[in-house]
């Protein structure tokens, strides 16, 4: 079989589409998650948790108070904790991910920041004897821990961080303090009710001088009874957007006392008579940032395609108007729109998910680089995945709003799940740096980068930058994938060089950098956002061009030229300069017909994520189909039908109806 979704008794519909797929699911996951050694650890894991009944859901999140979902949650990770080292293997990040993922969802839960930047701040900034002493008790669970760094008045410009931790030698401790209320931390996940430790970034001052921005290893919580210690005002910030199973906090020091090896101190240190020693690169503190950047093209490209699998099976099965057969209604999947809204975002997300794997491991040999004192590849890849956090939280955004609507009423309906989705994927557009902000980090590196064309320096151009030097060629449409490179390079190539002009001209008017900056910013931001989008439509042809098996091929080729026709059609503003509105009339045929070569093999490529129905928590897109007894036994249990007759009715409705009757 093929499509390995296949069951007896699913939707009629949706297993005539599996029939169709002409390649094999299991290989496609193969590819998806980087091996077939992991992609059978997902379906092993996946299979083992089903076998245990106290991780299933108690009820559909959809129902649950926030109270309960953190409740949920808590009561799931007490289960887990027995079974652990059976599930998966506990020194694998992935894998930790997917159990995640499985059991606990997408609201966020007690663990939300442990693994994600708490671990990672120590593996990256604590010294060995640190480690020595927190990273293990980190690892078994025996504390919880996340990430304090935003405050309520300053996020984005971290050099304005007000907390500060005055180290004083006579005592040999740091005092933590938060000087005003805009100095409490505001917004770490997982800080407001369940953390005990946090690393918390503070101002370091010594003797009146302020270093800047350092990570500290802070306790906030007695370890016996869980109370804020003394010097400690903890709690949650209350309801947001999505993501509300995560106790998302607030923080603030009273003259809090920490010991001095309690600054994280594998790259600064302060000594005991307070001689500071500075960071071999001077943002070496940011990289538990960097870290989860690295991973969000794999992450945002698992929330879209979370949401993909819902829409499209959806449409395989929902049956509305008619094409040429008046005898039978058409799958709604048949229609061009309903493909030109959806088939593009599943190219985005196997291109996402790609990068996502270089981006991950970029940052893992990093990790090692520093570690042996090379710091020289930091700026390449802070500029790398500040672009991309920002590009593919956006067009994340985007492709799940674009699969909600292609649900039609039922997409709005929390039974398809999609709006939960989409509320915790675009927080990706605010968290780990606004992404006009990270656009306009790329653009410093794009702006430096002409810089050294213009100087002569080409050498000196870091990796992804060559074609910036390049002078505009003549594009062969005709050429394959390739030729969409090209436009994009030119493209990006001009709008770099416009914005780096237009920044240069203002300075050369006598502005000064900081106002000429601004004044170029909404050009600097389109140019990263090109830049960015080359790199992913490159490495997208580069990952599908090295897979050997001729169906998954095949398939991701006709994948690859929704991706290309679609993006360069996207981006006809900037395209228009470099090909004729001729050939841009034949790049929207070859899109028509790219979206119908796909179209058989739509609902295999999104089934083969495998993502369960566990994880998708949507009644909407399960794997069987049978969408319309499945939409109606959720309604039938919802709470407010648990009684014919509401409390509200007899107390207000029914009073006020029967006074007007009088
Ligand atoms: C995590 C998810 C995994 C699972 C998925 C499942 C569910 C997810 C659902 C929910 C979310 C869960 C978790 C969310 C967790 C969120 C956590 C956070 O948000 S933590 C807080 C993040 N905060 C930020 O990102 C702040 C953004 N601001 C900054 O990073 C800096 O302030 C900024 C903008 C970089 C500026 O820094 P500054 O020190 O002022 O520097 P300059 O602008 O002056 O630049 C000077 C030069 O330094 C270079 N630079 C800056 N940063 C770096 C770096 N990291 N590495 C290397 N170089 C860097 C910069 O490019 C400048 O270089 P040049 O002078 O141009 O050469
Ligand atoms: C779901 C979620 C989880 C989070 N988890 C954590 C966590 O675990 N730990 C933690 O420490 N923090 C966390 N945060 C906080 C998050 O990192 C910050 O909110 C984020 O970095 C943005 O900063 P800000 O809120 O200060 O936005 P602001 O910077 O105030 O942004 C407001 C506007 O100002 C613009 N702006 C600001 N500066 C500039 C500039 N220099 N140039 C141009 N425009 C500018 C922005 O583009 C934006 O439009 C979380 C946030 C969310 C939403």
Same mark, same amino acid.
Not at 65 to 94: A, M, P
Not at 95 to 115: C, I, K, M, P, Q
């Given at each position: ?532 989008? %080359?790199? @992913? ?6 990952? *599908? !061009? /090295?897979?050997?098996?001729? =169906? #998954?091929?095949?398939? $991701? ?11 360069? %059609?996207? @981006? ?6 470099? *090909? !004729? /509105?001729?050939?841009?009339? =034949? #790049?929207?045929?070859? $899109? ?13 490529? @999104? ?56």
């Amino acid at each position: 079989m093929l499509n390995k979704s296949i069951m007896d008794g699913d939707n009629p519909d949706l297993t005539e589409e599996r029939m169709k797929g002409a390649f094999d699911t299991d290989k496609m996951a193969a590819v998806i998650y980087g091996s077939e050694k992991f992609a059978i650890r997902r379906r092993e894991i996946t299979e083992s948790i089903s076998r245990i009944p106290q991780l299933a859901d108690s009820k559909p999140f959809s129902f649950m108070t926030r109270e309960e979902k953190i409740s949920e949650s808590c009561r799931k990770l007490s289960v887990l904790s027995e079974h652990w080292n059976q599930l998966i293997d506990t020194n694998n990040e992935e894998e930790a991910l997917h159990l995640y993922r499985e059991v606990l969802g997408l609201e966020g839960h007690a663990f939300s920041l442990h693994e994600t930047m708490f671990i990672p701040s120590l593996v990256a900034q604590a010294n060995d004897e640190q480690q020595e002493k927190w990273l293990g008790r980190a690892k078994r669970r025996e504390i919880i821990g996340c990430y304090a760094q935003t405050e309520m008045g300053h996020g984005t410009n971290l050099r304005a961080l007000e907390t500060t931790a005055t180290y004083y030698p006579s005592t040999q401790e740091f005092i933590l303090h938060t000087p005003t209320e805009t100095a409490l931390k505001w917004w770490p996940g997982a800080l407001g009710k369940s953390s005990n430790y946090a690393v918390v970034v503070a101002d370091l001052v010594i003797r009146d001088t302020h270093y800047g921005a350092h990570p500290f290893m802070v306790q906030l919580r007695d370890e016996k009874t869980h109370n804020p210690l003394p010097g400690i005002t903890v709690g949650d910030i209350g309801p947001k957007m999505a993501f509300n199973g995560a106790d998302n906090g607030f923080l603030g020091f009273n003259q809090y006392k920490l010991p001095r090896d309690h600054m994280l101190m594998r790259h600064s240190r302060v000594e005991e008579n307070g001689t500071y020693t500075k960071p071999p690169h001077a943002k070496i503190g940011y990289s538990s940032m960097v870290k989860v950047r690295s991973r969000m093209a794999m992450d945002q490209g698992l929330f879209m395609v979370s949401a993909l699998v819902i829409a499209v099976r959806y449409s395989a099965v929902r049956r509305q108007g008619f094409l040429d057969d008046k005898s039978r209604e058409v799958k709604v999947l048949d229609y061009q729109t309903q493909q030109h809204r959806l088939f593009p975002s599943i190219a985005r997300a196997y291109a996402f998910i790609f990068c996502g794997f270089e981006t991950i491991q970029l940052y893992d040999q990093l990790l090692i680089d520093v570690k042996n004192g090379d710091t020289s590849g930091m700026s390449d890849l802070h500029a790398l995945t500040s672009g991309l956090k920002s590009v593919v939280t956006h067009q994340t955004g985007e492709g799940i709003e674009q699969a909600r609507m292609a649900c039609g009423g039922h997409g709005y309906s929390m039974a398809s799940y999609i709006s939960e989705i989409y509320g915790v994927a675009i927080g990706g557009c605010t968290y780990e740096g606004e992404n006009m902000v990270m656009l306009l980090q790329l653009a410093r590196y794009l702006v430096k980068s002409v810089e050294l064309v213009k100087t002569g320096k080409s050498k000196e151009l870091g990796p992804m930058m060559n074609y910036l030097a390049e002078p505009d060629t003549q594009i062969d449409l005709t050429s394959g994938p390739e030729a969409y490179v090209k436009v994009f390079q030119h493209a990006a190539r001009r709008q770099v060089w416009k914005a780096t002009d237009k920044f240069h001209q203002l300075m050369e008017s006598g502005q000064s950098r900081d106002i000429a900056w601004n004044n170029s910013a909404v050009e600097l931001t389109r140019a990263s956002r090109l830049h960015t989008r %080359l790199y @992913i439509m490159e490495t997208f042809i580069r990952r *599908v !061009s /090295s897979i050997s098996d001729v =169906s #998954i091929k095949k398939v $991701l080729i006709d994948l690859v030229n929704v991706h290309v026709n679609y993006e360069v %059609l996207d @981006i006809g503003t900037y395209a228009l300069e470099h *090909v !004729s /509105s001729t050939q841009l009339d =034949s #790049i929207r045929s070859q $899109l028509y017909s790219s979206l119908d070569t796909l179209r058989p093999n739509a609902v295999s490529l @999104i089934d083969s994520f495998q993502i369960s129905d566990m994880q998708l928590r949507s009644v909407l897109g399960r794997r069987d189909g049978h969408v319309y007894t499945n939409l109606f036994e959720w309604a039938k249990a919802s709470p407010l039908n648990q009684t014919h007759v509401l409390p509200s009715v007899n107390q207000y409705l029914k009073p006020m109806m029967d006074k007007a009757k009088l």
